[in-house]
């Protein structure tokens, strides 16, 4: 390879490296995940039925409990993974980072919340509710029924390593979030996050009052405190846009006379 | 304009079922020879004693196993509620007679105790016999687990027994015809949906017009801008509040005219109707000429013998066999009474899972110490020899005594039971 | 080593030119308007769906009494937390909207794919409560007023009031009568009845059962006037949570 190859191809990443938004990861990865939970979601239309009814089933074990064995190492490895990964390549001269390039991360920041948002959807939407089409409709026999398994175990655990990705991405990365702690960022991940063990609160409740699920009984309440806790998004945003007008001052005339 | 979105509606319906069912069917073909069918709705992780002591099912009959969409059958039988009923457990003072199913594949037509129809709660008398029947009419097609099932508030539901029951026909063709009070005929299937989905998606599309308007003026970050400039006020223009004010207003008037129409289309309307049903009376029985008094009992795990040790006293005017032991919608047959086997479905039934210590007919004015032996692998497999791990380690169910005029008599038995870990053990 | 770089862009500069930064502007403020969006949606519906969510779920839970006391009121805390951040931070008049907006399609695609489509409930049974034209008064009053104390005693009182009449539109149709075996039941009643629940017995529904009678007979007028009151109580406390929420403070990486 020639060396005038070599200058034309570092100039070409240059010039790819100097493009200030791309959004096309989180589209992406959102496009995998929906095609993901579409695929979960027609598994579980089929066995949910054919072997999620009885817990003590054998192919309960096979279809279900296996699946959850396999979700929560995967689960936590991601969590350490990229938590660890994310780390392990910060930014260790964050006093300098160039303005170009710190917009480039809080762009960059927006696209990961932005899954994180898709993941909440998924999770405290789509298959919380479909947990009360399910209970509802048949007898609740076990802690992780289907429905248990991939709400609680699968969807979660997702939407928690997302805002894990996200508040890291911008602890190692972004000064005003790396060198203090934003608290509605870290209300933003640590609140939803708490779902996840209050999840014992729910079981334990389930415990007394076996099998028949009314969705409004107070056991459930503990979902809903830790649900608030999104709302913290608000402040993020908010950090996140104080930053951007601070680094976009040269069009702020502009801006002002849309 | 209705017709248009009714259209719409249901295009877009027919669609997404079709790609949802499209998919799901892609899988099915895929992994069908892997796949059992679940026969259990989950009461084999109910509690042994809370399913042997609350309710004894008996005479379950299912009309047929095999229906056309459309056509109905008929769930029938007995219940005994046990007079020892378990403390954990609230007392049956409002009940519900369900079915368990995946999902609405049969619909309830119509639900009866006694004569009396039952589409509400009611009241059921520890210790008391009641009939049941549960009129049911095919909608989805599949073969699917149908059981008897009755709620208890405080309690869950306790699941009877359950049988296959394969539908032919296609859930398309599926209708439910409703004569109304005023004498039209609807069918509830799918009464009234084109109109719930144009009613909710106008007014989600105005929403969605609403916010998009206000987004599309300066978007977002800007008006952030803007706000933190100082320059708030100035965000929001003299036009904009009109435009609000008649968007309000053309919100008032829908509503006002959406509420005088559905009154006027609707004028008679009545409140949900709601309580307890009262005049569920029990089936009344002739007083018993058989008692079986409980002197102890043992459930030997490895052998998954539940043996009983009884006092029985006929003072009747036949002898009588102990042909039958019932519990948790198993049945336990003596096979020196049932010579053939009766019509029930296999997993419950243990046609050979009963045998006494002493098989001599019990004559009439004779009381007799006998020791009844209950052994089958069913015993395990629907969890019941977990009753050695409950905390309530009592068994409960219904012995029934035979004449040989026919005549048959239902006595309830429970107490105690040690468990025994070793092979062999006995009582 | 910083992993720092500004290939391309004048020294200590942001943007390469104004188009760069108005372009990257307009596709942000989508991006954010979907995130604020898809969290408010799922926020807010696990909230609703665990406080008000049986009588959303089931038609046969939608009484006069319980369902229009508790639905606005549990609806009121994010409309009024929304209101709060869009309305102070960005002068936007439609924070009840998307809150109400919101909830619904996370609901409808539920009821959708999952009762009808996974559980196979005729979607008359499982139909949720309509809330736009809540949405709409709730925002046009802050709009108008510029208060969130107006839009808390006003606001909310027609929060409250406009409930019923607006899902009264698609609800009258369930509550004409028919006699099944001598029994009188309304159209809710009987899908209830009809459609299979094994996991939700009859006795379940929390419904009017009681005697008191206002206005002649009917005691939806006397429920959604206590719940226009308790709305305005939540109207209070939750624009307040929402501006909390709204906060950029940072703390000290010690303090944690």
């Known amino acids: ?258 | 304009m209705t017709i248009f979105f009714g259209k719409l509606a249901e295009f877009a319906r027919g669609r997404a079922r079709a790609l949802a069912f499209g998919l799901a069917a892609a899988i099915v073909a895929t992994t069908l020879p892997a796949a059992t069918p679940a026969s259990a709705h989950g009461e084999r992780s109910q509690q042994a004693f809370l399913r042997m002591r609350t309710l004894n099912w008996y005479d379950v009959k299912w009309s047929k196993t095999e229906v056309n969409v459309n056509e109905e059958m008929v769930l029938s039988g007995k219940v005994h509620v046990f007079s020892g009923w378990p403390q954990a457990v609230a007392k049956p003072d409002v009940a519900f007679l369900n079915v368990g199913e995946p999902g609405p594949v049969l619909i309830r037509k119509g639900a009866y105790v006694g004569d009396v129809p039952a589409p509400r709660s009611f009241t059921l008398q520890v210790g008391k016999d009641y009939e049941y029947k549960l009129v049911l009419k095919a909608r989805r097609q599949g073969r699917f687990h149908v059981h008897v099932q009755i709620n208890v508030e405080g309690g869950g539901p306790i699941v009877g027994p359950g049988e296959w029951i394969t539908i032919k026909g296609d859930m398309n063709n599926f209708t439910n015809p409703v004569t109304l009070l005023d004498g039209t005929t609807i069918d509830l299937e799918t009464y009234g949906i084109t109109w719930v989905y144009t009613y909710h998606f106008l007014w989600m599309a105005a929403a969605a017009v609403w916010i998009l308007y206000w987004f599309m003026t300066k978007g977002i970050i800007a008006r952030y801008w803007w706000v933190k400039a100082g320059k708030a006020n100035e965000l929001i223009t003299v036009n904009e509040k009109k435009f609000g004010g008649l968007w309000l207003a053309g919100t008032m008037l829908a509503v006002i005219f959406g509420y005088a129409w559905a009154n006027s289309a609707f004028p008679r309307t009545l409140p949900m109707q709601a309580g307890l049903l009262k005049g569920i009376d029990p089936i009344p029985l002739p007083p018993q000429t058989v008692t079986a008094q409980f002197k102890g009992g043992s459930y030997t795990v490895p052998g998954r013998e539940l043996a009983v040790k009884l006092v029985i006293t006929n003072s009747g005017t036949e002898p009588v066999k102990v042909g039958e032991f019932t519990t948790a919608g198993l049945r336990f047959l003596n096979p020196e009474v049932f010579t053939t086997r009766p019509q029930f479905p296999d997993y419950l039934l243990a046609d050979r899972g009963l045998s006494v210590s002493d098989p001599t007919p019990i004559g009439p004015g004779e009381t007799r110490e006998l020791t009844v032996l209950v052994q089958d692998a069913r015993f395990d497999i629907e969890r019941l020899s977990d009753l050695a791990y409950d905390t309530d380690s009592q068994f409960g169910g219904l012995l029934f005594f035979f004449a040989p005029s026919g005549a048959r008599q239902g006595v309830e038995i429970g107490g105690p039971v040690i468990p025994r870990f070793q092979a062999g053990a006995t009582l | 080593m910083s992993i720092s770089t500004e290939a391309g862009a004048p020294a200590g500069k942001t943007w390469k030119s104004k188009e760069e930064f108005l372009g990257c502007v307009l596709l942000t403020d989508w991006i954010l308007l979907v995130v604020l969006f898809a969290v408010v949606l799922g926020s807010f519906h696990i909230h609703y769906m665990l406080l008000a969510g049986d009588w959303d779920f089931w038609i046969d839970f939608k009484d006069r009494r319980m369902w229009p006391t508790v639905a606005p009121i549990v609806a009121m805390c994010f409309a009024a937390a929304v209101q709060s951040f869009l309305w102070q931070k960005f002068r936007l008049p439609i924070g009840a909207t998307v809150a109400c907006l919101a909830l619904l399609v996370g609901e409808w695609i539920n009821r959708y794919d999952n009762f009808w489509g996974w559980t196979f409930f005729p979607i008359n049974l499982v139909f949720p409560s309509a809330l736009i034209p809540m949405g709409f008064w709730l925002d046009v009053v802050l709009m108008m007023s510029g208060s969130w104390l107006v839009t808390a005693l006003v606001g909310s009182m027609g929060w409250g009031l406009l409930f019923y009449p607006i899902n009264w539109p698609v609800l009258a149709q369930y509550h004409q009568s028919a006699e099944i075996d001598g029994v009188l039941l309304t159209l809710a009643d009987l899908i209830g009845f009809n459609y299979v629940r094994t996991g939700t017995p009859e006795y379940i529904r929390m419904v009017e059962r009681g005697t008191l009678r206002t206005f002649g007979k009917d005691v939806v007028p006397v429920a959604a006037f206590f719940s226009a009151f308790i709305s305005m109580l939540i109207y209070f406390l939750w624009w307040k949570i929402g501006t909390w929420f709204s906060n950029t403070k940072y703390i000290e990486a010690e303090d944690i």
């Open chain 1, 1 to 258: 390879m020639s060396l005038t190859t070599e200058k034309a191809s570092g100039a070409v990443r240059a010039a790819e490296s100097d493009t200030i938004v791309n959004y096309w990861p989180a589209y992406w990865t959102m496009i995998c995940l929906a095609v993901f939970y579409i695929g979960i979601r027609i598994y579980e239309q089929y066995f949910g039925w054919k072997a999620g009814l009885d817990s003590f089933a054998p192919e309960f074990q096979t279809y279900w409990l296996n699946l959850m064995w396999t979700e929560l190492p995967l689960e936590f490895i991601a969590f350490c993974g990229i938590g660890g990964y994310l780390w392990k390549t910060r930014d260790r001269n964050i006093d300098k980072v160039a303005p170009r390039e710190e917009m480039r991360r809080l762009l960059a920041l927006v696209g990961w919340l932005a899954i994180y948002a898709f993941t909440v959807y998924w999770g405290a939407s789509y298959f919380t509710e479909q947990d009360g089409t399910w209970h509802q409709t048949v007898i609740r026999d076990t802690d992780f029924t289907p429905s248990h398994i991939l709400e609680f175990y699968l969807s979660y655990p997702i939407y928690i390593i997302a805002g894990w990705g996200a508040f890291m991405y911008a602890r190692t990365r972004i000064p005003q979030f790396a060198k203090k702690i934003s608290l509605p960022f870290l209300l933003f991940f640590a609140g939803p996050f708490m779902i996840f063990p209050n999840i014992g609160l729910n079981e334990w409740g389930h415990t007394f009052w076996f099998m028949e699920e009314l969705f409004t009984a107070p056991l459930h309440w503990g979902f809903v405190f830790f649900g608030w806790f999104a709302l913290a998004v608000f402040g993020t945003a908010c950090q996140v846009l104080d930053r951007v007008i601070e680094l976009s001052k040269e069009y702020e005339a502009d801006v002002l006379s849309l």
